[in-house]
Structure formats: C-alpha cells, structure tokens
T-cell receptor, first 115, second 113 residues
Framework: DARVTQTPRHKVTEMGQEVTMRCQPI?????VFWYRQTMMQGLELLAY????????DSGMPKDRFSAEMPDATLATLKIQPSEPRDSAVYFC?????????????FGPGTRLTVT | GENVEQHPSTLSVQEGDSAVIKCTYS??????FPWYKQELGKGPQLIID?????GEKKDQRIAVTLNKTAKHFSLHITETQPEDSAVYFC????????????FGKGTSLLVTP
C-alpha cells in the first residue's frame, strides 16, 4: 500500500529555533508539493518540485523558509528561524505528472507548534 | 490568481439523505478539479476528481458535476452514512501552475444516525 510518509508527525519548538520537516513521496512519483493548513488560511501551497527541480516557491516566506529535494525519495522543508505564526500543519503530497491533471496523494502531515 | 469559493461551510444531514457541496472557481484556465475528504488528525484523502472535458463522473455513492461555462462544480453524496462525516475540500488546478491545487475553505459534513 504505497503512501506518502512525513516525519516528524508533531513538533513543538521555541521561537527562533530551526525546524526541518521531511517527506518521502510515493515511489515513482515525479512531483512533490508542500502545503500548509491553518484555521485562518485553510490549505495553501508553499512550493512544489518536478523531477526534483523546484518549479514554484512563491507561497513561501523566502527569508525563513527553504525547500529542497536532495534525492527522489526525500523532500525537506526547513524553517529558520521559526516564529509563532508558522504554527500550522504542513502537508507533503506527491503525484505522477501525466497529461491533463493528475492525482495528488497527501501524507499525514507534520503538526508544528512554535511557542 | 485562482479563487475557489466553497459552500456551505457546514452541513448536517440525516443518515440516508443526500449531501451536496458546491464550489465556484475564477480562472477559466483551470481544468482539473479534485475533491478531498479530511478526517480529524489525518491528511486530505482524494475521493473523486473530474477533468474539464467531462461534465459528470460517478463512483458508487459519490458523484461530481462540472459546469465549465458557469465555472462551478459540485460534489453529491447519496445514501449518506455516519462514516461520511468529515471535512470536504474542493480544489481547482491548471497546467501552467503544474496542477498545484487551489483549495476551497472546506465543508464540515455531519451525518447523524
């Protein structure tokens, strides 16, 4: 049963600390997305990659957020320094880009609390 | 950018009744529209999707309709069951943004026995 995995599932940290979230996409998928979910903003896109190349990161605060794909089996989202307003659930999703539209499968999310 | 509106924000139905959730989108270039179900503490789960070359799609008790001219699409759940209770999200996407999803705000569906 192929699925997207994310670690850690929960993270509590103090303001100013670095946070790294990891995602393992479904094997064979070539596109990876990072979304953030908050009560106020709902689900919003942060960044996405195709074939490990970053295509769009316009949804991320550039000064503190960075996203990378060191290899095809790992995507990372880093926040440095973290702020209380970064508290949210961060989801990774993966899909296989073929033709018009394609299914995206979400991981269980990382719940981040910044105090 | 794309703006997706979703209604209603909450919906309560009795078991066995039908539930309908409606979404509108603003960008006529959008051509892929998935629906997700999210249970508490879990990630969104894809339940059905539709592409702009199709007007309707059905999968057992779930159906989605799309009206490209009016730029709206709807989720229909028939014979609802308590396990259908969850938050449902619609989304719109297009090719030149890599099919990154623009989500509606969600509908909290409660199915009472």
């Amino acid at each position: 049963d192929a699925r997207v995995t994310q670690t850690p599932r929960h993270k509590v940290t103090e303001m100013g600390q670095e946070v790294t979230m990891r995602c393992q996409p479904i094997l064979g998928h070539n596109t990876v997305f990072w979304y953030r979910q908050t009560m106020m903003q709902g689900l919003e896109l942060l960044a996405y990659f195709r074939n490990r190349a970053p295509l769009d990161d316009s949804g991320m605060p550039k000064d503190r957020f960075s996203a990378e794909m060191p290899d095809a089996t790992l995507a990372t989202l880093k926040i440095q320094p973290s702020e209380p307003r970064d508290s949210a659930v961060y989801f990774c999703a993966s899909g296989l880009s073929l033709g018009q539209g394609y299914e995206q499968y979400f991981g269980p999310g990382t719940r981040l609390t910044v105090t | 950018g794309e703006n997706v509106e979703q209604h209603p924000s909450t919906l309560s139905v009795q078991e066995g009744d039908s539930a309908v959730i409606k979404c509108t989108y603003s960008d006529s270039a959008s051509n892929y529209f998935p629906w997700y179900k999210q249970e508490l503490g879990k990630g969104p789960q894809l339940i059905i999707d539709i592409r702009s070359n199709v007007g309707e799609k059905k999968d057992q008790r779930i159906a989605v309709t799309l009206n490209k001219t009016a730029k709206h699409f709807s989720l229909h759940i028939t014979e609802t069951q308590p396990e259908d209770s969850a938050v449902y999200f619609c989304a719109a996407s297009k090719a030149n943004s890599g099919y990154a999803l623009n989500f509606g705000k969600g509908t909290s569906l409660l199915v009472t026995p």
